[in-house]
């Protein structure tokens, strides 16, 4: 059974950070990509940032990019985002998600997903 496990979310002030965690198991960091999405209050789930296969690709998106970083431990088969310099906009409830991205889709088509961790950013 897959599953995908968030953490590290909570209340920040701006300007302060976060590292959230993705524990995976059930399949490999080396043969999907994992992505990280958002989905604030009133709005639609975003792809923010991926990783894999096997740490070949990275991408951030404009929106945090410069703030945010991706990262993967094989290992530990876990995924990190670091998130510095919050911002009240980024609030949301952050999912990562893990599969074959198709990005001509709103969410990626991704096959398995978290169930979320809230991440709220006060001014």
């Known amino acids: 059974e897959v599953q995908l496990v968030e953490s590290g979310g909570g209340l920040v002030q701006a300007g302060g950070s976060l590292r959230l965690s993705c524990a995976v198991s059930?399949?490999?960091?080396?043969?999907?990509?994992i992505g990280w999405f958002r989905q604030a209050p009133g709005k639609e789930r975003e792809g923010i940032s991926y990783?894999?296969?096997?740490?070949?690709?990275?991408f951030v998106g404009d929106s945090v990019k410069g703030r945010f970083t991706i990262s993967g431990d094989s290992a530990k088969n876990t995924v990190y985002l670091q998130m510095n310099d919050l911002k009240p906009e980024d609030t949301a409830v952050y999912y990562c998600?893990?599969?074959?991205?198709?990005?001509?889709?709103?969410?990626?088509?991704?096959?398995?997903w978290g169930s979320g961790t809230l991440v709220t950013v006060s001014s």
């Open positions: 990783i894999g296969v096997a740490d070949a690709i990275r």
């Open positions: 059930g399949l490999s960091l080396d043969d999907y990509v």
């Open positions: 998600a893990a599969g074959f991205p198709d990005f001509s889709t709103s969410e990626w088509d991704m096959d398995y």
